[in-house]
C-alpha cells in the first residue's frame, strides 16, 4: 500500500504555475520526500527532494509544513514539456523498498 | 557521464525461452533494483540489492532472478518467460538505501513474451 497520496491527474497550460499536493499522514521520522518525473516508455527522473520547510533547485521547488504530513511540488511556469506523470514517495520502508503510488498524470495546454 | 544502461531496450521472445536483460551503473552505487511497470499499477519492485553478493525479495519476485557478482551489473534473469511477464522494465542504482538517497533509473527495457 501506497504511503502517499495524489491527484490521479491535473490539467493547465502554458506558462501558468502547478501545484501538485501529495498527503503522506504517516510519514516516519527519518523519510525524506522525494518527487520523480516520468515520460512516457522512459525511466523516472529525480526533480526534488527536501525534509522540511522548503526547497528550490533550478526546476521546482518543495513546500513541506512543520507537521511533514503533506508536501506540494511547485512548478513555474510550466511549457507543453513538463506534461508527464509526477511520483511523490517518502521512505524507504523497514525492507528497504519504495512504495510507488499511480503518481499525478499532469497535462500542459497551449 | 553517470548513467544506468539496460540492454536489450526491446526484446520479443516466446513463452519458455531463457532470456537476461543486463544493467550496468558507472556511479559506483551500492543500491541496484529492478522494477516492472505495468499500465494502471505503477512501479513494482522485482528484486533489489545492498551490495555485492546481497539480494533480496521485493514485491513481485516470482519468475524471475538476479545476481550480484560484481559492483556495477545486476542482470535480471527470467528462466522460463510467460506472457504475464509482457511489461516494461526498469533498472536502478543509488548510493544507498536510506531516505536521502536518490534513484537514478535506466531507459527501461520493453519485453513481450508470445
Known amino acids: 500500500l501506497a504511503k502517499t497520496t495524489q491527484p490521479i491527474s491535473m490539467d493547465s497550460y502554458e506558462g501558468q504555475e502547478v501545484n501538485i499536493t501529495c498527503s503522506h499522514n504517516?510519514?516516519?521520522?527519518?523519510?525524506?520526500i522525494t518527487w520523480y518525473q516520468q515520460f512516457p516508455s522512459q525511466g523516472p527522473r529525480f526533480i526534488i527532494q527536501g525534509y522540511k520547510t522548503k526547497v528550490t533547485n533550478e526546476v521546482a521547488s518543495l513546500f513541506i509544513p512543520a507537521d511533514r504530513k503533506s508536501s506540494t511540488l511547485s512548478l513555474p511556469r510550466v511549457s507543453l514539456s513538463d506534461t508527464a506523470v509526477y511520483y511523490c514517495l517518502v521512505g524507504p520502508d523497514s525492507n528497504y523498498q519504495l512504495i510507488w503510488g499511480a503518481g499525478t498524470k499532469l497535462i500542459i495546454k497551449p | 557521464e553517470a548513467q544506468v544502461t539496460q540492454n536489450p531496450r526491446y526484446l520479443i521472445t516466446v513463452t519458455g525461452k531463457k532470456l537476461t536483460v543486463t544493467c550496468s551503473q558507472n556511479?559506483?552505487?551500492?543500491?541496484m533494483s529492478w522494477y516492472r511497470q505495468d499500465p494502471g499499477l505503477g512501479l513494482r519492485q522485482i528484486y533489489y540489492s545492498m551490495n555485492v553478493e546481497v539480494t533480496d525479495k521485493g514485491d513481485v519476485p516470482e519468475g524471475y532472478k538476479v545476481s550480484r557478482k560484481e559492483k556495477r551489473n545486476f542482470p535480471l534473469i527470467l528462466e522460463s518467460p510467460s506472457p504475464n511477464q509482457t511489461s516494461l522494465y526498469f533498472c536502478a542504482s543509488s548510493f544507498g538505501v536510506s531516505g536521502a538517497n536518490v534513484l537514478t533509473f535506466g531507459a527501461g527495457s520493453r519485453l513481450t513474451v508470445l
Open positions: 504517516n510519514i516516519a521520522t527519518n523519510d525524506y
Open positions: 556511479m559506483n552505487h551500492e543500491y
